[in-house]
């Protein structure tokens, strides 16, 4: 089964600029995050989806981030325009649901690493 | 607001020792526990997952224990090898869904 695919894996931009990060869950999980994670700390939730619905948006910066996942399958991250303080690695995972007994287990794909200069 | 809280930061132990990771959390209200890997440069690898109604999952040389009322959870790693060296991060899972993690225990395993 493949898991998280996740591009690109690096990025670098400069200050203002606008970027995209692009994700596909595994096969049938019908839950996407989008995490960000600054070095040395744990990952932070930025978007929950359910299908094609945002279920939590709440620590998302609406001024500059966006995300959405048409069709309920893949989703795109995008930031415009960045800052520094947004060089970090964002991280995609999925979870399972409505398939068999429902255990919450996140899976994670290798992450996009932004740096803005 | 769930807390987690993961101590030490770091820790380095010579190759063969038996070590545990701690990790705590405020609101025992949770749905389940989950230990991750994390590769320097690479995306979280899980390790274990604890259910809210189980109190320990074993995986090889890892044991991981759950004891919600006092709000912490271990990971037990028995004859540690340097490829064991990673940073460890716990994520807390409430009923509502929502995962919060810890800042994770970087490992260091020496030859």
């Known amino acids: 089964e493949a898991g998280v695919a996740q591009s690109p894996r690096y990025k670098i931009i400069e200050k203002r600029q606008s970027v995209a990060f692009w994700c596909n869950p595994i096969?049938?999980?019908?839950?996407l995050y989008w995490y960000q994670q600054i070095l040395g700390q744990g990952p932070k939730l930025l978007i929950q989806f359910q299908n094609n619905g945002v279920v939590d948006d709440s620590q998302l910066p609406k001024d500059r981030f966006s995300a959405e996942r048409l069709k309920g399958v893949d989703s795109t991250l995008k930031i415009q325009p960045a800052k520094l303080e947004d060089s970090a690695v964002y991280l995609c995972?999925?979870?399972?649901?409505?398939?068999?007994?429902?255990?919450?287990?996140?899976?994670f794909g290798e992450g996009s690493r932004l740096t803005v200069l | 607001k769930q807390e987690v809280t993961q101590i030490p930061a770091a820790l380095s132990v010579p190759e063969g020792e038996n070590l545990v990771l701690n990790c705590s959390f405020t609101d025992s209200a949770i749905y389940n526990l989950q230990w991750f890997r994390q590769d320097p440069g690479k995306g979280l690898t899980s390790l274990l997952l604890i259910q809210s109604s189980q109190r320990e999952q074993t995986s090889g040389r890892l044991n991981a224990s759950l004891d919600k009322s006092s709000g912490r959870s271990t990971l037990y790693i028995a004859a540690s090898q340097p490829g064991d060296s990673a940073t460890y991060l716990c994520a807390v899972r409430t009923n509502a869904g929502k995962s919060t993690f810890g800042d994770g225990t970087t490992l260091t395993v020496k030859p």
């Open positions: 096969s049938g999980h019908a839950t």
């Open positions: 995972a999925s979870s399972s649901a409505g398939r068999g007994v429902f255990t919450g287990e996140l899976f």
